[in-house]
C-alpha cells in the first residue's frame, strides 16, 4: 500500500513488485506517484478507493505499507502481518499494529532490499487482483468510451 512517501520511488515499487509478485494498492496521496505505467497497480483504498484495491488489502497475508500514514483501520486486514516503512519513525505503528518496521525513505530503503529480495513465482494473488481490477468501477461510464 502506497501513499505520498512514495514520491520519487516508482522505478523501486514496480521493481519490488514484480519481483514478489504482488499487486499494488495505493492510497489517495500515492495515486500520482504509482497509479501510471504500473503493471501491478490494483486501485485505490479508503473511503473514495475502488473495491479491487479493498478486496486486495482484505484478502493479503502480509500487507506492506510504504510512506503512508493511511488512517482507516476498517481498510487494514485483520489477519495479515504489517511491513511498515517510513521516513517519519513517528508514523511508524500510528494506525495499525506493525509486525516489522524500517525507517527510511522508500526509494533508498526499496533499493537497499532489492537485492534481498527472493523473486517469487507464484502469481496467483496478483493474478485475481489484476483480473478484478479489470472489472469496471462505473459500468455506465465504461459504455460511454465503447
Known amino acids: 500500500m502506497c501513499g505520498s512517501g512514495c514520491a520519487g520511488a516508482h522505478k523501486e515499487l514496480v521493481e519490488f513488485a514484480g519481483k514478489i509478485k504482488a499487486p499494488i494498492v495505493h492510497a489517495l496521496?500515492?495515486?500520482?506517484h504509482v497509479e501510471y505505467d504500473n503493471p501491478y497497480d490494483v486501485g485505490m483504498t479508503g473511503l473514495i478507493g475502488f473495491s479491487s484495491g479493498f478486496h486486495t488489502m482484505m484478502n493479503a497475508d502480509t500487507l506492506v505499507l510504504l510512506g503512508t500514514q493511511f488512517p482507516y483501520r476498517v481498510f487494514y486486514p485483520t489477519d495479515a502481518k504489517i511491513i511498515q516503512i517510513d521516513i517519519n519513525p513517528a508514523s511508524i505503528g500510528a494506525h495499525s499494529k506493525v509486525d516489522m518496521a524500517l525507517v527510511g525513505d522508500i526509494k533508498s530503503t526499496l533499493r537497499a532490499l532489492l537485492p534481498l529480495?527472493?523473486?517469487?513465482?507464484?502469481?496467483?494473488?496478483?493474478?485475481?487482483?489484476?483480473?478484478?481490477r479489470e472489472i469496471p468501477r462505473r459500468p455506465q461510464r465504461a459504455g460511454r468510451f465503447s
Open 29 to 32: 496521496r500515492g495515486k500520482e
Open 117 to 132: 529480495v527472493e523473486e517469487k513465482t507464484e502469481r496467483k494473488f496478483l493474478d485475481k487482483a489484476l483480473e478484478d
